[in-house]
């Protein structure tokens, strides 16, 4: 899987919320919620579809994506692991654990969670 950027993932949230979706459909609401122009949309699609994140079929270039947000986060949560981590899980989560904004329910949450495991 390929990197994916900033512009990208705000794609593919509203593909994501919408599925399936037209490239105009798409535009709209990349319009309204971010601000931007049909063309900037229609490149953002563009590359996505080239790096296999998704695929537009005629009539009316519907869009559905080929990755769920699930998945995309498990390969950029690895990428960023193995970039500031050294590949090591438990290193990042010390990390997450030093952050003075954790609350003890988030401790207790995250506690929880690693006893299910």
Do not use: H
């Not at 037209?22 to 490149?43: F, H, P, R």
């Not at 990042?92 to 329910?105: A, R």
């Amino acid at each position: 899987m390929q990197k994916i950027f900033d512009s990208e993932i705000k794609v593919m949230e509203i593909i994501w919320s919408n599925e399936p979706i037209s490239a105009k459909e798409i535009s709209l609401i990349a319009s309204d919620e971010i601000g931007w122009n049909k063309n900037t949309t229609y490149t953002v699609i563009k590359k996505l579809e080239k790096k296999g994140f998704i695929k537009r079929n005629e009539p009316n270039f519907i869009c559905t994506s080929l990755f769920s947000r699930d998945e995309i986060q498990r390969f950029e949560t690895q990428t960023l692991v193995d970039k500031l981590f050294g590949g090591s899980r438990k290193a990042l989560f010390s990390s997450l654990l030093d952050d003075d904004n954790l609350s003890e329910s988030d401790i207790n949450e995250l506690r929880d969670m690693i006893k299910k495991r």
